[in-house]
């Protein structure tokens, strides 16, 4: 059975975003009000401390939602990471994991606190694997996370630039490719509507490979539709009603084979203290939560709602080349 590497969007579950988009994730309190970093340099540990502090927070409590306060008693010294320094590379190991490396770029190497810029390498069988520059210099046009280490901070975050809420060519997002696996194979792992594959940047030369590789025929393509045959059968997929502002979405997408078509509407909430008590726990699919006592959520950042995702999955099952094999 073939298998296509997933290429999956930057996280849709994020903390904050860059002020030059307008963006931001949440309303949560600024970690620099109750966050102590000390770092041992001879060890290579970075100990991050917390004061008893409150948070404002959407929570999500036996299916209702409100804006209110959460409590944190202090955290002293179990929040441990662990780093290295190679040349003007920082390697961090968040809370100790060697076997989960972050790669950073853009601070000072003889001082830690700064502003660090993930590189997108990972370590596989002891190796260190690095996207080429060039990749990286274009998927950087669209988001970046950034790691900031001082005093009385220690987060990473996703910065998104403007150029990815602009981006609409939707027919060579990582969505298509997604899409390609789940009509070949018959599985969809993660679900094909979900995590913003559909708002990722341009992935047209992968796409083409995959194509290639794979022999599909493109019949037709536009932003927003697309005409191809996978396995000796003809497919129609199109993306319509989209509603986009910032960080928010509502699409609606639909994948057609002979008489059968499969279609479901899927939408993405940033959650603020204005909105929250408008949420509904109908059709909710995923969220970035922590949970606190007594089973509340506290939500942090995106809300994602889905209507007819199972019958659409069951769907893309039922009309895919694998099915009946």
């Given at each position: 059975?073939?298998?296509?590497?997933?290429?999956?969007?930057?996280?849709?579950f994020?903390f904050?975003?860059?002020?030059?988009?307008?963006?931001?994730?949440?309303?949560n309190?600024?970690?620099?009000?109750?966050q102590?970093?000390?770092?041992?340099?001879?060890?290579?540990?970075?100990?991050?401390?917390?004061?008893a502090?409150t948070?404002?927070?959407?929570?999500?409590?036996?299916?209702s939602?409100?804006?209110?306060?959460?409590?944190y008693?202090?955290?002293?010294?179990?929040?441990?990471?662990?780093?290295?320094?190679?040349?003007?590379?920082?390697?961090?190991f968040?809370?100790?994991?060697?076997?989960?490396?972050?790669?950073?770029?853009?601070?000072?190497?003889?001082?830690?606190?700064?502003?660090?810029?993930?590189?997108?390498?990972?370590?596989?069988?002891?190796?260190?694997?690095?996207?080429?520059?060039?990749?990286?210099?274009?998927?950087?046009?669209?988001?970046?996370?950034?790691?900031?280490?001082?005093?009385?901070?220690?987060?990473?975050?996703?910065?998104?630039?403007?150029?990815?809420?602009?981006?609409?060519?939707?027919?060579?997002?990582?969505?298509?490719?997604?899409l390609?696996?789940?009509?070949?194979?018959?599985?969809?792992?993660?679900?094909?509507?979900?995590?913003?594959?559909?708002?990722?940047?341009?992935?047209?030369?992968y796409?083409?490979?995959?194509?290639?590789?794979?022999?599909?025929?493109v019949?037709?393509?536009?932003k927003?539709?697309?005409k191809?045959?996978?396995?000796?059968?003809?497919?129609?997929?199109k993306?319509k009603?989209?509603?986009?502002?910032?960080?928010?979405y509502?699409?609606?997408?639909?994948?057609?084979?002979?008489?059968?078509e499969?279609?479901?509407?899927?939408?993405?909430v940033n959650?603020?203290?204005?909105?929250?008590?408008?949420?509904?726990?109908?059709?909710?699919?995923?969220?970035?939560?922590?949970?606190?006592?007594?089973?509340?959520?506290?939500?942090k950042?995106?809300?994602?709602?889905?209507?007819?995702?199972?019958?659409?999955?069951?769907?893309?099952?039922?009309?895919?080349?694998?099915?009946?094999r």
């Amino acid at each position: 059975m073939n298998r296509y590497i997933y290429l999956l969007a930057s996280t849709l579950f994020f903390f904050a975003c860059s002020d030059d988009n307008s963006a931001n994730s949440s309303e949560n309190s600024d970690t620099t009000k109750y966050q102590h970093v000390s770092i041992d340099k001879e060890k290579h540990r970075i100990v991050v401390d917390q004061d008893a502090h409150t948070e404002e927070f959407c929570t999500l409590y036996q299916g209702s939602f409100n804006w209110g306060e959460i409590s944190y008693e202090a955290d002293q010294g179990t929040d441990v990471t662990t780093y290295e320094i190679h040349g003007d590379t920082l390697v961090v190991f968040f809370y100790g994991n060697t076997d989960d490396p972050h790669y950073y770029l853009g601070g000072s190497t003889d001082k830690i606190y700064g502003t660090w810029k993930n590189i997108n390498c990972s370590k596989y069988q002891g190796k260190t694997i690095c996207q080429p520059q060039e990749e990286r210099d274009f998927r950087e046009q669209y988001d970046e996370f950034i790691l900031t280490i001082s005093e009385n901070k220690f987060q990473e975050e996703i910065v998104y630039k403007p150029a990815y809420f602009k981006y609409d060519d939707y027919m060579n997002s990582v969505y298509i490719p997604n899409l390609y696996a789940a009509l070949e194979n018959g599985y969809t792992w993660p679900s094909i509507g979900m995590f913003g594959t559909l708002f990722s940047p341009e992935q047209t030369s992968y796409i083409k490979t995959i194509e290639k590789e794979h022999n599909i025929d493109v019949l037709e393509q536009t932003k927003t539709a697309k005409k191809f045959k996978l396995g000796g059968k003809a497919y129609e997929v199109k993306v319509k009603d989209v509603e986009r502002d910032s960080l928010d979405y509502k699409v609606t997408i639909s994948v057609q084979s002979g008489d059968k078509e499969c279609t479901y509407e899927e939408r993405q909430v940033n959650v603020t203290k204005k909105n929250c008590k408008d949420q509904t726990t109908e059709g909710l699919q995923d969220y970035d939560a922590d949970r606190v006592f007594n089973e509340e959520l506290a939500i942090k950042g995106t809300i994602v709602y889905t209507n007819g995702l199972k019958e659409f999955d069951k769907c893309i099952n039922e009309i895919s080349v694998y099915y009946g094999r």
